[in-house]
């Protein structure tokens, strides 16, 4: 039972490009939504993350989107470098529990 | 320590034996959380610690699986007589006393059963 479904599973992107990530979601108790990036061989480390009483949060390249009547957030990550290519992962938390993460997004940054 | 270290970073291990993976956490981080990641997968939450005790351990994919935290510190999963289907790389994370904070990640333990 996925409670935190991601799209797409792969995007290539050249260079300048916009990167755009969708998730989607049921619990309608999740109130802290994290974005993680993961580089091969790395643990996933926090990117940006958001409040379901804002609808938007930037952080330099970095934006998420979150409309909660429709249970979505997505990133956006503006004028895509090669070194953002990498593995992305939503993810979504109740108060005082765990993460529930969604499937990835493999990231490729065409030169 | 400065983040969550992870030991060993790889193990090869034959069918049917037994493995322990440890984890240091950031010092403070009362949480501690598992995950285990397969090859191009996502990461699939196993076990979770708030201080020594397990309140959460539904991830558990079997028996097999067992871990434990002494001193608030230090967790250690081990997995008995080891499948192949246990192949992965196996994640730990620290947080303060809710998810809220944020997960630190450390680099994992990239287990092979052959």
């Known amino acids: 039972q996925q409670q935190v479904k991601q799209s797409p599973q792969s995007l290539i992107v050249q260079k300048g490009g916009i990167s755009i990530i969708n998730c989607a979601y049921e619990?309608?108790?999740?109130?802290?939504f994290p974005w993680y990036q993961q580089f091969p061989g790395k643990g996933p480390a926090l990117l940006i993350a958001?409040?379901?009483?804002?609808s938007e949060k930037k952080e330099g390249r970095f934006t998420i989107s979150f409309n909660k009547s429709a249970k979505q957030f997505s990133l956006h990550i503006m004028d895509s470098q090669p070194g953002d290519s990498a593995t992305y992962f939503c993810?979504?938390?109740?108060?005082?529990?765990?993460?529930?993460f969604g499937g990835g997004t493999r990231v490729l940054v065409k030169p | 320590g400065a983040g969550v270290s992870q030991s060993p970073s790889n193990k090869v291990t034959e069918k049917g034996k037994d493995v322990e993976l440890r984890c240091d956490p950031i010092?403070?981080?009362?949480?501690l959380y598992w995950y285990r990641q397969s090859l191009g997968q996502g990461l699939e939450f196993l076990i979770y610690?708030?201080?020594?005790?397990?309140?959460?351990k539904s991830g558990l994919p079997s028996d097999r699986f067992s871990a434990e935290r002494t001193g608030g510190s230090v967790s250690t999963l081990t997995i008995q007589r080891t499948q192949q289907e246990d192949s992965a790389v196996y994640l730990c994370?620290?947080?303060?006393?809710?998810?809220?904070?944020?997960?630190?990640f450390g680099s994992g333990t990239r287990l092979t059963v052959v």
């Open positions: 994370a620290s947080s303060l006393a809710q998810a809220f904070y944020g997960y630190t």
């Open positions: 619990n309608t108790a999740f109130d802290y």
């Open positions: 958001i409040r379901p009483d804002v």
């Open positions: 993810a979504a938390v109740p108060a005082g529990n765990k993460l529930t």
């Open positions: 010092s403070g981080h009362t949480a």
């Open positions: 610690f708030q201080g020594n005790s397990a309140p959460d």
